[in-house]
């Protein structure tokens, strides 16, 4: 479980440190406060920076830009990725202007991010070509490739030199080049995967294709119960739900629909609305992130602030039982009177927490509420989003 976070030069999260989190944590805050990145930033540490997943994230933004008209490949990548980094400066040598993230650690000055923590930057590199005698077999040589980067000092002294992200952390590195015209051919040079216990839940109530994907994980399991239980909020009489092959349209898409009690026909799950069809999509990423973490952007999203209370005991029940960590975002007032409601009456979390996002100076600080906290604030209604 993450403890504490801290976060230098992601999007507009400039220097962040987030120095107690809990079991679940509860994000709020202005438009452009940074609570979309903050998840982005968790999710990133969570994959080991895997390109693929950034470049996912890109891609939600619109921020990844195709080549087209014979451009310059470095051109349009450096374009994309430059996305990610604080006003969207790039600095090939100044390595202060990496994107760090990663736990604190405390020194004699306080609070900073650990120094094995996860960083990115752009960076401009030579590749020279090594060979060395194989030891096993002596008339055989090995051959390899060797990407050293390159400073400041010596940028003039390489005509031949490349433009490339550097990915670092305490168990992987890469040099990812980006002459390339098609980013997924970056994704050759960086093994980690992506794991399975990590789940994003974006803004968007019906995830159609991530749902039946989860589903498959679970179907025919004793899971299947906690997924009926919470859509039970909504719907008491149903007993079973499937997903089935939508043949009204045109493109393959598999749908999830239900029994009722006492009803001889399905029913497509849609047809009953959001509320219901986030609530699948939200508990489905849970019992999929056991053993990891689940974040969720405008958890309340489709919701009727009367079920919000009822969910919040879901996920917490479920988050202890299945050990997931989370971290959501909301706008609602109603999410976090919900929300402080079921963390107070639950003796096992004490450790979750509210945290609000803020611009102070033009930088983004945070305020966080524990539980006595945030139920002192709710209860003499202290604006707290």
Same mark, same amino acid.
């Not at 952390?169 to 992506?194: A, E, M, T, V």
């Given at each position: 479980?993450?403890?504490?976070?801290?976060?230098?030069?992601?999007?507009? =999260?400039?220097? @962040?440190?987030?120095?107690?989190?809990?079991?679940?944590?509860?994000?709020?805050?202005?438009?452009?406060?940074?609570?979309?990145?903050?998840?982005?930033?968790?999710?990133?540490?969570?994959?080991?920076?895997?390109?693929?997943?950034?470049?996912?994230?890109?891609?939600?933004?619109?921020?990844?830009? !195709?080549?087209?008209?014979?451009?310059?490949?470095?051109?349009?990548?450096?374009?994309?990725? *430059?996305?990610?980094?604080?006003?969207?400066?790039?600095?090939?040598?100044?390595?202060?202007?990496?994107?760090?993230?990663?736990?604190?650690?405390?020194?004699? #000055?306080?609070?900073?991010?650990?120094?094995?923590?996860? /960083?990115?930057?752009?960076?401009?590199?030579?590749?020279? %070509?090594?060979?060395?005698?194989?030891?096993?077999? &002596?008339?055989?040589?090995?051959?390899?490739? +060797? +990407?050293?980067?390159?400073?400041?000092?010596?940028?003039? *002294?390489?005509?031949?030199?490349?433009?490339?992200?550097?990915?670092?952390?305490?168990?992987?590195?890469?040099?990812?080049?980006?002459?390339?015209?098609?980013?997924? !051919?970056? @994704?050759?040079?960086?093994?980690?995967?992506?794991?399975?216990?990590?789940?994003? $839940?974006? /803004?968007?109530?019906?995830?159609?294709?991530?749902?039946?994907?989860?589903?498959?994980?679970?179907? @025919?399991?004793?899971?299947?119960? #906690?997924?009926?239980?919470?859509?039970?909020? $909504?719907?008491?009489?149903?007993?079973?739900?499937?997903?089935?092959?939508?043949?009204?349209?045109?493109?393959?898409?598999?749908?999830?629909?239900?029994?009722?009690?006492?009803?001889?026909?399905?029913?497509?799950?849609?047809?009953?609305?959001?509320?219901?069809?986030?609530?699948?999509?939200?508990?489905?990423?849970?019992?999929?992130?056991?053993?990891?973490?689940?974040?969720?952007?405008?958890?309340?999203?489709?919701?009727?602030? /009367?079920?919000?209370?009822?969910?919040?005991? %879901?996920?917490?029940?479920?988050?202890?039982?299945?050990?997931?960590?989370?971290?959501? /975002?909301?706008?609602?007032?109603?999410?976090?009177?919900?929300?402080?409601?079921?963390?107070?009456?639950?003796?096992?979390?004490?450790?979750?927490?509210?945290? !609000? =996002?803020?611009?102070?100076?033009?930088?983004?600080?945070?305020?966080?509420?524990?539980?006595?906290? @945030?139920?002192?604030?709710?209860?003499?209604?202290? &604006?707290?989003?």
């Amino acid at each position: 479980m993450i403890s504490t976070f801290g976060i230098k030069n992601y999007r507009n =999260l400039n220097n @962040l440190q987030l120095k107690s989190l809990g079991r679940i944590n509860l994000i709020t805050g202005k438009n452009n406060t940074g609570k979309s990145a903050l998840l982005e930033a968790i999710s990133i540490y969570t994959t080991k920076a895997d390109i693929s997943w950034i470049v996912s994230l890109l891609q939600e933004r619109g921020e990844y830009y !195709r080549n087209s008209n014979n451009s310059d490949p470095v051109e349009m990548n450096l374009k994309t990725f *430059s996305s990610l980094f604080c006003g969207r400066k790039i600095s090939f040598f100044d390595v202060y202007s990496a994107i760090q993230i990663g736990q604190l650690e405390d020194n004699l #000055f306080g609070s900073e991010i650990s120094s094995t923590s996860m /960083t990115i930057r752009i960076i401009k590199f030579f590749e020279e %070509i090594i060979k060395q005698p194989n030891l096993e077999n &002596e008339e055989r040589i090995i051959t390899r490739r +060797k +990407k050293t980067i390159i400073d400041e000092k010596e940028d003039k *002294s390489y005509t031949d030199s490349q433009i490339g992200i550097e990915i670092k952390g305490k168990d992987f590195y890469s040099i990812l080049p980006l002459d390339s015209d098609r980013p997924y !051919r970056l @994704l050759n040079y960086h093994q980690n995967k992506i794991s399975e216990n990590i789940q994003y $839940i974006r /803004t968007r109530n019906i995830e159609s294709e991530l749902n039946g994907r989860l589903w498959d994980n679970i179907a @025919l399991s004793t899971k299947e119960e #906690f997924l009926i239980r919470a859509l039970k909020i $909504i719907e008491p009489n149903i007993e079973r739900l499937t997903f089935i092959n939508n043949t009204t349209t045109a493109r393959q898409e598999r749908i999830p629909v239900i029994k009722l009690k006492n009803e001889p026909n399905i029913i497509p799950l849609k047809s009953m609305g959001d509320g219901i069809n986030r609530i699948l999509t939200i508990i489905l990423a849970l019992i999929n992130s056991d053993n990891g973490y689940l974040l969720i952007d405008e958890v309340e999203n489709g919701l009727h602030y /009367t079920v919000q209370e009822k969910l919040w005991n %879901i996920i917490f029940d479920l988050a202890k039982e299945l050990n997931v960590q989370i971290f959501a /975002t909301t706008h609602s007032l109603d999410c976090i009177k919900s929300f402080e409601k079921v963390l107070n009456s639950q003796n096992d979390f004490n450790d979750c927490k509210l945290i !609000r =996002l803020d611009i102070i100076n033009n930088l983004i600080k945070q305020v966080e509420y524990d539980a006595n906290e @945030l139920k002192v604030a709710s209860n003499q209604e202290i &604006e707290i989003r």
